[in-house]
């Protein structure tokens, strides 16, 4: 299963590392087992062109019958990274996309089409809020427990 996933992301990374649709590109590729991609999002007044947002891909042996795990990170030195702003992603970053779950996980996907999924559901955001934040502040506020 380790070969079958080396060559497929080797495949991958070859591709991604020539033409990659407007707003997305490679950071870094130091192995087969974590990318770095940079999201931008062109058509939404909530994310200025200009801010550019970090994804970490950490791919498993069973890639890609198994999804990647995906997740946003923040990046506080220059140039500076945020978590977006939307219903769908936790301020640390968890991204709640059925693709990335194991029901909605295909091996036709790749890091590619993953980038262009969130970059398409943050392009159709009308909600600059983190409603799975909110929902937790309330449980809290209403004494739930401080891991929920």
Not at 58 to 75: D, G, H, K, L
Not at 89 to 106: A, F, K, P, R
Not at 113 to 120: E, L, N
Request: proline share 8%; glycine share 6%; aromatic share 8%.
């Amino acid at each position: 299963m380790a070969g079958m996933s080396s060559k497929r992301l080797q495949k991958e990374l070859t591709k991604i590392q020539g033409t990659l649709p407007p707003g997305i590109s490679l950071v870094s590729a130091p192995d087969l087992r974590e990318w770095q991609m940079d999201i931008a999002i062109l058509d939404n007044p909530i994310y200025p062109p200009s801010d550019h947002y970090r994804l970490r891909f950490q791919f498993s042996q069973s890639y890609p019958i198994e999804a990647p795990e995906v997740v946003f990170m923040a990046i506080n030195s220059n140039p500076e990274r945020k978590i977006p702003l939307h219903p769908h992603i936790y301020s640390n970053g968890i991204i709640c996309l059925d693709l990335l779950d194991s029901q909605g996980w295909s091996p036709v996907h790749n890091v590619e089409s993953i980038c262009i999924s969130i970059q398409s559901m943050l392009a159709g955001n009308t909600k600059a809020e983190r409603e799975f934040d909110s929902i937790r502040l309330l449980w809290l506020d209403l004494g739930g427990l401080a891991d929920c």
